[in-house]
């Protein structure tokens, strides 16, 4: 397509819940990253692939988070026995490049948002 | 955790006036790059620029970057109403996953018609 497609766009949980976020980013985008994005905050960086290779995944904040992106395209994150504290907007982004273009900069989908009750 | 902060935290204008918001980060840089993100949406792209520049423009809006000072503004002229939106910037980290961006807390700006 011709953006970064997230779904679902809303996503309630109960506390306990796992759930699955999805992300479809450009064709041919070899980077793909996701942030979380807490109310009235700035992105905050989760993790990174380089095509199917996790390369960062130090953002993750527990065991609970969990991304994959098997075949270089669709990438997923899994969120395992949600909490309250893990209601936030997901973002993600992808890039042509490794590096950050010196025109794009990175193209960001419109999000998950995460409520968990 | 964040780069820096942007300042002030929330600005409110009438339309046609100037907007001008600031940018402050922590380490060293290649290049610092400005996000708009209206409410309940993705991020856009709106400029970078490159560590060696020291301004840049894009249509209304100019940005300057000053390495020493590890600050950056982001000064959009003749504001719209449909400038209303959160602006962050963000720097690039090398250091870990080549190219990993790290943002600020973000400007949120209103424009009044």
């Known amino acids: 397509g011709a953006g970064v497609s997230q779904s679902p766009r809303y996503k309630v949980a109960k506390r306990g819940q796992d759930v699955a976020l999805r992300c479809d980013p450009i064709s041919g985008h070899v980077s793909l990253f996701w942030y979380q994005q807490a109310l009235g905050q700035g992105p905050e960086f989760l993790t990174y692939?380089?095509?199917?290779?996790?390369?960062?995944k130090s953002g993750l904040p527990s065991d609970r988070f969990f991304a994959e992106r098997p075949e270089g395209s669709v990438s997923t994150l899994k969120i395992q026995r949600t909490q309250q504290e893990d209601s936030a907007v997901y973002l993600c982004?992808?890039?042509?490049?490794?590096?950050?273009?010196?025109?794009?900069?990175?193209?960001f989908g419109s999000g998950t948002r995460l409520t968990v009750v | 955790s964040q780069q820096g902060e942007e300042d002030p935290q929330a600005l409110s204008i009438q339309e046609g006036e100037n907007a001008t918001m600031n940018c402050s980060y922590k380490t060293s840089i290649n290049n610092l790059q400005w996000y708009r993100q209206n409410s309940g949406r993705g991020l856009v792209h709106l400029i970078l620029i490159r560590s060696n520049e020291r301004e840049k423009h894009s249509g209304r809006l100019r940005v300057t970057l000053d390495t020493s000072k590890k600050s950056s503004s982001l000064l959009i002229t003749a504001s719209r109403a449909a400038d209303t939106a959160s602006y962050f910037c963000?720097?690039?980290?090398?250091?870990?996953?080549?190219?990993?961006?790290?943002f600020g807390k973000g400007t949120k700006l209103s424009v009044k018609p």
């Open positions: 982004a992808s890039s042509q490049l490794r590096a950050v273009s010196a025109r794009n900069g990175y193209t």
């Open positions: 692939f380089q095509n199917e290779a996790q390369l960062d």
């Open positions: 963000a720097t690039v980290d090398y250091g870990g996953s080549q190219g990993n961006l790290i």
